[in-house]
Nanobody
């Protein structure tokens, strides 16, 4: 089970840190990802991290502004979001990939478990 938190309302240029806490003992074996969905749009990939935290991947739209990290001891994955823009407004979802892929997944169907989402709103 995944529980996302940390969303809120922030002005453009501000920062937020999202957290996604997992239950169960398998967290360290999961690659983790963050996706987002804005109103009227499809869910899109934001960032992903390998199960060990050794490798990350980002959507071009967030590269250089967002950082994904993973703490296996705390069973938590984070998304640090800096220099936020109004177009970052969306519901953000964390997801777990339990299938030991070689490459990080960037598509929704590559993830097995999903959190409930947390709203991020960036005002201009």
């Amino acid at each position: 089970q995944l529980q996302a938190s940390g969303g809120g309302l922030v002005q453009a240029g501000g920062s937020l840190r999202l957290s996604c806490a997992a239950s169960g003992r398998a967290f360290s074996t999961y690659a983790m990802g963050w996706f987002r969905q804005a109103p009227g749009k499809e869910r899109e990939f934001v960032a992903a991290i390998k199960r060990s935290g050794s490798s990350t991947s980002y959507a071009d739209s967030v590269k250089g502004r967002f950082t994904i990290s993973k703490d296996n001891a705390k069973k938590t994955v984070y998304l640090q979001m800096n220099s936020l823009k109004p177009e970052d407004t969306a519901v953000y979802y964390c997801a777990a990939d339990a299938r030991f892929r070689v490459e990080l997944g960037t598509n929704s169907y590559e993830y097995d478990y999903w959190g409930q989402g947390t709203q991020v709103t960036v005002s201009s």
